[in-house]
């Protein structure tokens, strides 16, 4: 069993910045694939970024490439989602997932229970 919680979400304007956090406690870290996802209200979860066991790989979804950056850190049981350049179509429920390699969320087997991210206009 993994247990995740995300913190860093809120409030910010079109433009600027948010860092979330995602820690883990459980089962050994490493053995995980970590993945980022989001649901906006009225739509399903869409994946968005994941890093690889020990952060070699990292694939992230077209809309946010070039502005989302994964990243973790094993020492600290930690992933991180850096998000620049937010726009309020990034506005959704952002979750952190452990799994396997894979944009669907079938490919991951513990979740967090979400941080509110709102970006306005």
């Known amino acids: 069993q993994v247990q995740l919680v995300e913190s860093g979400g809120g409030l910010v304007q079109a433009g600027g910045s948010l860092r979330l956090s995602c820690a883990a406690s459980g089962r050994t870290f490493v053995n995980y694939v970590m993945g980022w996802f989001r649901q906006a209200p009225g739509k399903e979860r869409e994946f968005v970024a994941q890093?690889?066991?020990?952060?070699?790989?990292?694939y992230a979804t077209d809309s946010v490439k070039g502005r989302f950056t994964i990243s973790r850190d094993n020492a600290k049981n930690t992933v991180y989602l850096q998000m620049n350049s937010l726009k309020p179509e990034d506005t959704a429920v952002y979750y952190c997932?452990?799994?396997?390699?894979?944009?669907?969320?079938?490919?991951?087997?513990?979740w967090g229970q979400g941080t509110q991210v709102t970006v306005s206009s």
């Open positions: 890093i690889t066991w020990r952060g070699s790989r990292t």
């Open positions: 997932a452990a799994g396997w390699l894979g944009t669907n969320v079938r490919n991951y087997d513990y």
